[in-house]
């Protein structure tokens, strides 16, 4: 049963990867995975009831997920809807690309530890799709945003889905957390941003964002506002973040009913969030829940705890057992993979801050960069600029790789000047 199950994961990740090759939806491919991966699961086990039971434990956590998703993309759409982009768009004074570049990835560095890598990946390819008119540069930039906001997620306790699970299981918190990643993903990011400015040329094309009007900035700021105010909602109420997002999106919603409810109809629904959420591209919801799905079967089947145990009984060193499974993170989902470490690695073995989990930390929310496909914010950005695979393994596969080892040296120096060992 597990070999069949691991079977469905490799050939729907196969398809995945070569979607634009045979001309069938990634979404597709994903959910059929997914899906299969649960019926062989259920065939094969004799209590049906147990399986089910898992399922719906585990579509909780997706669902979640999805909602979140749901909410970000369309406050997203409604900002853009209104032109709020333009906002940014039109103080943003430098005509060299270069220099864009380093400006749009510290943004999205810095803003991702305080939103969360998803959000701010949504935000700022949506940005730079209002910048540049040029696909190839659009593409290069939104590589770069992936990298920028998983590496900006891995140093603060809201910026990665895996760092918080971290933070509320209670295997880190959050000052020796930021004390700890900030310089590594500092690292994770300039080393491959350094790298990628060889390749940046020219200048952008003039680029009249025309006036900001008083709805612009209302509708963006207060958008801004609801999303910062998402890990605000969850750390008073510690309600799920999904609540936090969508209670957002109705604060926007109702303001912008009100903003609009003297215009006509017509104009009305150019604005509305009916129109938003048509806008949204459904297909990437779908493939999220593919993917989701099949790597949540492969968690229930047991398959990532044993090959847990394998790396631990094959390597036993944690430094390139972490390391590996950060590699891993590409491919499979981050958030299963550290959910299985925890349940493999207890308090009582490696205590609250310890190397162990700060070090996991750091690589789980890196790692994902590598693929365009293996973190949350590559899948966001995927469906926004149709990122094919393997335009991005090859362009940009090769600098996350490199800034994820980079970090990796930057963490193994800074805990050996700090604490002597590690």
């Known amino acids: 049963m597990i070999f069949v199950m691991i079977a469905i ?16 939806n990634k979404a597709a491919s994903a959910l059929a995975a997914g899906i299969l991966a649960w019926t062989v699961y259920v065939l094969w086990q004799p209590d049906k009831h147990e399986v089910i039971l898992s399922l719906k434990e585990h579509f909780e956590g997706i669902a979640e997920i999805l909602f979140f998703l749901l909410g970000a993309m369309t406050i997203v759409e409604l900002i853009d809807a209104h032109g709020g982009f333009e906002v940014i768009t039109s103080r ?9 570049l380093w400006i749009i990835a510290s943004i999205t560095f810095f803003l991702s530890a305080v939103l969360d890598n998803l959000t701010t990946a949504i935000v700022m390819v949506s940005l730079v799709q209002k910048i540049l008119s040029d696909r190839n540069d659009r593409l290069t930039f939104a590589g770069m945003i992936v990298i920028a906001a998983n ?6 306790p809201i910026g990665d889905v895996t760092t918080t699970m971290l933070w509320i299981g209670g295997n880190i918190t959050t000052l020796p957390t930021i004390q700890h990643n900030i310089l590594p993903s500092i690292a994770c990011l300039l080393v491959p941003l350094i790298a990628a400015s060889f390749f940046v040329r020219g200048r952008i094309a003039a680029n009249d964002a025309g006036v900001v009007s008083r709805e612009k900035n209302v509708v963006f700021f207060l958008g801004l506002g609801v999303l910062l105010f998402t890990p605000v909602f969850k750390t008073v109420t510690h309600l799920p973040p999904f609540i936090g997002i969508l209670f957002g999106l109705s604060v926007l919603w109702i303001a912008t009913e009100i903003m609009h409810r003297g215009k006509d109809n017509e104009s009305r629904k150019k604005f509305s969030v009916a129109n938003a959420l048509q806008r949204i591209d459904s297909a990437s919801v779908l493939f999220f829940l593919g993917i989701l799905l099949c790597v949540a079967a492969l968690e229930a089947n047991g398959s990532l705890a044993e090959l847990s145990k ?26 299963p993979l550290v959910a299985a470490v925890m349940g493999m690695y207890p308090l009582s073995l490696h205590g609250t801050d310890s190397f162990f989990w700060q070090f996991l930390t750091y690589c789980a929310g890196t790692g994902g960069s590598i693929l365009i496909i293996g973190s949350a914010a590559g899948v966001a950005a995927m469906s926004i600029e149709k990122i094919d695979f393997f335009w991005y393994l090859k362009r940009i596969g090769a600098l996350a790789f490199i800034g994820y080892i980079a970090g990796i040296a930057v963490f193994l120096i800074q805990m050996t000047l700090m604490h002597g060992q590690m």
């Not at 943003?92 to 864009?100: M, S, V, Y």
């Open 9 to 24: 994961f490799i050939a729907g990740y196969t398809l995945i990867a070569l979607e634009h090759t045979l001309k069938v």
């Open 92 to 100: 943003i004074r430098t005509r060299n690309k270069r220099t864009l």
């Open 151 to 156: 590496a900006g997620g891995a140093w603060s």
């Open 310 to 335: 394998f790396l631990s009984a094959a390597i036993g060193n944690d430094v390139i057992i972490i390391s590996v499974i950060g590699l891993l993170s590409a491919v499979v989902d981050n958030v």
